[in-house]
């Protein structure tokens, strides 16, 4: 066998040349401009040095293209799955001119065509059904049915690996001489890792990463679209409150960027709100909850029945740090146009400090799916807040959180709410603005074409000044209750 056969062999059989990306093309992820400068052709190939030398540099989606072109030629496609194929080529193409359907098809499957452009994607999907799906049982066509299966996978992991390779680059520059380690995540629908840091003095920590809410999901249904940095700000917003845990951002590109946040047990013992909310021993909710676990059961409260409930709020430092602490979710929900937040218990939950008391831990949420300028509040909005749901439906999130934001009486959520506008939000707008410089900074450092970086600061400077007025919208109108 030929050296040139030995590397084609390596090639197509192997992964581990990822690992050597780093030496071509520097070990910061972030350096490359757009999703296709990765995925140029290889240089035309001449003497077997050169050979091995391209094949070494190719990164991991630049190979999966060029396994693309080989596996998925014309003329290899049309002799093993014959007539069938050409209907299927024909219907793609809207075109019965074979010719022009060849010269079409090898213009989609040039090697410097990106590995995950669309027609790849669809015709490979397409194409794997016609090889599974086929009467025949020649070798030829067992071989294609094995090759395509081996493509479909190796198309699936160039975004784990490109992940991978981000987070232990990220980390490593943040953290110089730590050591950096990495896992997949279960379940979630975005595609992600877990990666655990060792520092240098053996301290461990470990982060979530994730892509960003437009970004690849973990079962590559739907492209990555660009990055919404409404998402980004609010991530940094809960940081700066306490309310978030720590965040980085990184990534290659507009569309494929990740989000890292710290495990939020760094701060103390953390439990997701499902935890206190599902648990059947009485004892585990009334560490959170109090005396508010003596609630009265009716739908209806009469009057009596406030009175009691509300005794039992302030009879109890626990039971008035759980309102507290729910009042400050449901009011940054409303302010910042959150949605899967503080009506999901697995997407936050509370953290015990050293003195025992439980603070609100954000994980996880969605920016609403609007246009930036949807998301300015006016009185509609407070008015929603008054009667206790509008914007969010609290009837399934457990008798005490219920109580807590929309069957207790009207003036007393509102002098709460107050409260904590007051107190806990009350430096809101500073920490927008400080959260707002973070994120522009890190988003002009991350490669994107000069129209998607203008839209994006854009967008991102619009929604930093819309979440400042809903609060002093707000405020203001909790000030003029009566």
């Known amino acids: 066998m030929g050296l040139n056969q030995i590397i084609r062999k390596v ?31 290889t240089p035309k190939r001449t003497t077997e040095h050169e050979v091995r030398t391209q094949l070494l540099a190719l990164t991991e989606g630049q190979r999966v293209a060029q396994k693309q072109a080989e596996v998925l030629t014309y003329k290899r496609l049309r002799n ?20 022009d359907i060849e010269a079409k098809w090898n213009a989609i499957f040039e090697p410097n065509i990106p590995y995950n452009d669309a027609n ?14 086929a009467s025949n049982s020649s070798s030829e066509l067992l071989m294609l ?9 190796q198309t699936k992991e160039v975004p784990l690996t490109r992940i991978e390779e981000s987070t232990k680059s990220c980390f490593e520059s943040i953290f110089p001489g730590s050591r950096v380690t990495t896992s997949w995540k279960r379940g979630g629908d975005q595609l992600g890792c877990v ?69 939020a047990n760094v701060e103390g013992p953390f439990k997701e709100y499902a935890h206190f909310k599902d648990a059947q021993e009485k004892n585990i909710q009334e560490l959170l909850w109090g005396a508010l676990t003596r609630l009265p059961n009716d739908a209806q409260f009469s009057d009596t029945q406030h009175h009691q409930a509300e005794a039992l709020v302030t009879s109890d430092p626990k039971a ?38 439980f603070t ?36 399934s999130t457990g008798s005490v959180m219920y109580y807590a934001l929309t069957k207790r009486q009207q003036h007393l959520r509102v002098h709460e709410a107050l409260q904590v506008i007051d107190t806990v939000l009350s430096d809101f707008i500073e920490k927008v603005d ?16 000069e129209d998607d970086q203008i839209s994006i600061q854009s967008n991102l400077g619009k929604y930093s000044e819309i979440i400042k007025a809903n609060f002093l919208m707000f405020k203001d109108h909790l000030q003029k209750y009566r």
């Open 11 to 41: 090639f197509l059989n192997s992964s581990s040349f990822v690992l050597l990306i780093n030496s071509n093309f520097g070990s910061d992820a972030t350096t490359f401009t757009t999703e296709d400068a990765e995925d140029y052709a």
């Open 320 to 357: 008035q740090n759980f309102v507290r602490e729910a009042t400050k979710l449901d009011l940054l929900a409303r302010i910042m146009g959150l949605e899967d937040f503080q009506t999901n218990p697995n997407n936050y939950g509370f953290t015990m400090r050293e003195n025992g008391v």
């Open 360 to 395: 609100a831990k954000a994980i996880d949420f969605r920016v609403q799916n609007k246009k930036v300028e949807e998301l300015e509040k006016d009185y509609r909005s407070f008015n929603a807040f008054l009667n206790g749901n509008g914007e969010y439906n609290y009837s």
């Open 80 to 99: 093993v799955l014959g007539e069938e194929f050409l209907k299927f080529a024909t219907k793609y193409f809207a075109t019965t001119n074979e010719a």
């Open 195 to 263: 990666a655990e840091v060792t520092l240098s003095s053996d301290q461990k920590l470990k982060y979530y990463v994730k892509t960003h809410s437009e970004g690849l999901k973990s079962g590559h249904s739907s492209a990555a679209k660009l990055v919404n940095p409404a998402e980004l700000l609010v991530y940094k917003v809960l940081e700066e409150l306490g309310v978030g845990c720590q965040s980085h951002f990184f990534g290659r590109d507009g569309q494929n960027l990740y989000i890292a946040t710290l495990d």
């Open 145 to 153: 049915q094995a090759e395509l299966f081996k493509l479909q996978q």
């Open 434 to 449: 400080v959260a707002h410089r973070s994120v522009s900074q890190t988003l002009s450092n991350i490669p994107m074409v």
């Open 120 to 133: 790849k994607r669809n015709i490979l999907t397409g194409v794997s059904k016609l090889a599974l799906n």
